[in-house]
């Protein structure tokens, strides 16, 4: 007969939490290249290009500006990656 109380049994003790994933990290963009990029945009939006088009530009240049390029240097890889 068993008891309700019986240590015997094995403990399984609970897996150990996957160690969470490194974010990458993402730096601040400074005000300096706030204002390149504002001006840059305002070419863009004098040239018609479209909202959609604007948002979308407008991302990809900050995200490569956080990483440290510059407002050409983005905008160059930019139309590279487009070819």
Not at 12 to 29: C, D, L, Y
Not at 63 to 69: A, D, E, F, Y
Request: glycine share 4%; charged share 35%.
């Amino acid at each position: 007969m068993s008891s309700y109380g019986d240590d015997s049994a094995p403990e399984t003790e609970p897996a150990p939490a996957p160690a969470p994933k490194q974010k990458r990290s993402s730096t601040k963009m400074t005000d300096k290249q706030k204002t390149d990029l504002n001006k840059h945009m305002a070419k863009h939006k004098k040239a018609g290009m479209s909202l959609s088009e604007q948002k979308s530009h407008r991302m990809k240049m900050m995200g490569r500006m956080r990483k440290g390029m510059t407002v050409q240097k983005a905008h160059n890889d930019i139309k590279k990656s487009q070819k």
